[in-house]
């Protein structure tokens, strides 16, 4: 029995955390406005946004202003990300207080680890388990576990200031941490052995911490000396991948594939990489187009339209790793690859029940409305909604020819389908993960999924917002605001901008300082509006730090396209002859 299922309403977190609160009323008098005062905030965002080592918090060269200010500006531009990326019923007010108390926690323990890295690598984490809708419990344990490790924090630290759930998480991701060193050989049967292992004695949501932060891991392989990284790629691909699949984690199991594809397998990796990279914008926008082309015909069919009442269609590129399966499975050739760019129509009927075969007739009527529009490729097609398969996987599947004349492309493989098929593909008895995931089991597959919703329901309690919550922050509109506002009175007050430096590890000069940076009206106290200037000035800085990170990648990429094609050889040869000449 997974401990996930057994977590009992006794490990209800108790909220605050033996937090101080302070009775302060609002400051009367207004102080002299002050020249600049505008411009500071975006001074404080920006030192905030600066994430390199050298620029680090408590840099001696920084003024206690810009200190101060990027410490909270780290600290609300973090929560706003992460609140931002959770699903909408997740991020509810317990949950906002929750990851707030563990970023709080989490930054100045961090902001110094692994030369200024580990804080960003732990708000990846975090970013990551947010987008795989994870509940605040999860994500809080993602932000503390590197802190964890490094020693910054103590389990008691999690437990008194976060939680026990959190805790509990954590405890049990450190124990799956040593799970593959019970392994002599990793050949295939002792790895199901342990994936199964691993589903049925560790709490499920900490398999997904887990998953994430082998993800992270994966992703800075680099630094690590070349035999470790082949062990650890080894170990994702043969148990964590397949258990990212089997707990429903599809893209972040493909992208573990291909990033140990890459570790494994440098040669054959670049070999399919430079094959799909050189095809992959083109071949993208072609998905795109024909998605959109193929919505629109759909949606304008009268026929269609009686029966159904919703069309969506999700378009997807084939990975490295799945290629290269494909390619050594029968020795075919890449041009027989024929699912590399693939749409996939989903159709939900109309629901009034007169016709049991509603769902059928739609997705035909979809199959001619693609003949009429593409050319089908024979002997291609294959109706597994007429003929379900054995395991009762149901979907029509084409594959069309988009080539023109002088312009061959690759086949667009096109599957078809209602919601409940779709559902019973995605999560049933032919559910992908027992298709690809590993798993042999039908039951097992089910099993797996009811303690997943039963954890996810109990987590959900936890954090559900009571109706008669007198924490007063259940209906806020600004969630970092009323995280700092924590008396509710539509104001930070100096004492509880204080407060919260202090747990950063600012003073309250600090405090002062930051305070009379963003208090545009000398009032002495941040009104909602006054905290908006300042996220957006937060927001702005995130987003050129992002832009510099997107055109250093494009930039890199360039490059290494250029030296591949021996241009920066022949430069350097050039160059070179040049100097012996002189
Ligand atoms: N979830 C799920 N998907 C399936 C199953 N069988 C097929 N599919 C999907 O359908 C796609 C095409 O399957 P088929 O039409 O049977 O074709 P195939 O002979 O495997 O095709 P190639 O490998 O391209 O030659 C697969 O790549 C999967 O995406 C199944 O049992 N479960
Ligand atoms: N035609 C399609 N349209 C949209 N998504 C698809 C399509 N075919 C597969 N996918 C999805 O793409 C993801 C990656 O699948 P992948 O390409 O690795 O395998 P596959 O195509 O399902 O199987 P195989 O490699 O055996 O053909 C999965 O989530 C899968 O459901
Ligand atoms: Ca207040
Ligand atoms: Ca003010």
């Given at each position: ?48 946004a ?53 970023l ?13 890295r ?15 809708q ?75 911490l ?28 043969k ?31 670049d ?17 795109d ?98 003929r ?10 084409v ?63 936890r ?51 930051l ?68």
């Amino acid at each position: 029995m997974a401990t996930a299922a057994t977590t009992s309403a006794a490990a209800i977190p108790t909220g605050g955390g033996g937090r101080r609160q302070h009775p302060h009323p609002r400051r009367p008098g207004l102080r002299p406005r002050r020249l600049h005062r505008l411009r500071l905030p975006a001074q404080a965002a920006a030192a905030a946004a600066a994430s390199s080592p050298s620029t680090s918090s408590s840099s001696s060269s920084s003024t206690p202003a810009e200190g101060g200010g990027r410490l909270v500006a780290e600290l609300v531009g973090a929560f706003n990300e992460l609140t931002g990326r959770m699903g909408e019923g997740l991020a509810t007010s317990s949950s906002s207080r929750l990851l707030f108390r563990a970023l709080k926690l989490a930054l100045p323990a961090l902001r110094d680890g692994d030369g200024g890295r580990a804080l960003a690598r732990a708000l990846a984490i975090a970013a990551s388990l947010a987008d795989l809708q994870m509940d605040a419990e999860v994500i809080s344990a993602g932000i503390l576990r590197e802190a964890l490790d490094a020693g910054a924090i103590s389990m008691r630290d999690v437990k008194s200031e976060i939680g026990i759930s959190t805790a509990h998480l954590l405890h049990e991701s450190l124990r799956l941490k040593h799970a593959p060193s019970k392994l002599d050989v990793l050949d295939d049967e002792s790895a199901s052995a342990l994936r199964k292992f691993c589903l049925s004695y560790y709490d499920i949501r900490a398999v997904i911490l887990e998953l994430a932060l082998k993800l992270d891991m994966m992703r800075h392989l680099d630094c690590l000396p070349r035999y470790l990284q082949r062990i650890k790629s080894l170990e994702v691909l043969k148990i964590y991948a397949p258990l990212a699949h089997a707990v429903g984690a599809g893209n972040l199991s493909l992208e573990l594939e291909d990033l140990s594809f890459r570790y494994l397998f440098p040669h054959s990796y670049d070999h399919i990489d430079q094959w799909l990279r050189s095809q992959e914008t083109e071949n993208k926008l072609l998905i795109d187009s024909y998605k959109e082309q193929l919505l629109q015909a759909l949606k304008d069919d009268d026929e269609l339209s009686q029966i159904v009442q919703d069309i969506s269609i999700q378009g997807r590129y084939k990975s490295r790793f799945s290629t290269m399966k494909k390619l050594v499975k029968d020795g075919r050739k890449p041009e027989e690859v024929n699912d590399i760019l693939a749409l996939r129509v989903i159709l939900e009927p109309r629901c009034d029940g007169s016709s049991l075969d509603w769902g059928p007739r739609a997705c035909h009527r979809t199959h001619e409305i693609i003949q009429a529009m593409w050319k089908e490729v024979p002997g291609r097609t294959k109706d597994y909604v007429t003929r379900p398969k054995e395991n009762g996987y149901q979907s029509l599947h084409v594959a069309i020819d988009v080539s023109e004349p002088g312009k061959m492309r690759p086949l667009i493989e096109i599957q078809i389908r209602t919601k409940e098929m779709h559902k019973f593909a995605v999560g049933g008895e032919a559910s992908h993960s027992l298709y690809k995931g590993g798993l042999t089991d039908p039951g097992e597959a089910k099993r797996l999924k009811a303690i997943m919703l039963a954890a996810a329901e109990l987590a959900a309690m936890r954090l559900r917002d009571l109706p008669a919550s007198d924490q007063g922050d259940s209906n806020c509109t600004n969630r970092a605001f009323c995280q700092l506002d924590k008396n509710g009175d539509g104001r930070i007050s100096i004492e509880e901008l204080t407060e919260v430096m202090e747990d950063l590890g600012a003073g309250g000069k600090d405090a002062k300082e930051l305070m009379h940076l963003l208090d545009a009206n000398s009032d002495g106290s941040l009104s909602s509006d006054e905290f908006e200037a300042f996220q957006r000035q937060i927001e702005l800085m995130r987003s050129l730090d992002d832009k510099d990170d997107r055109y250093r990648k494009i930039l890199k990429e360039k490059l290494q396209t250029i030296d591949s094609a021996g241009l920066i050889q022949v430069y350097r040869k050039q160059l070179g002859d040049k100097l012996l000449v002189s």
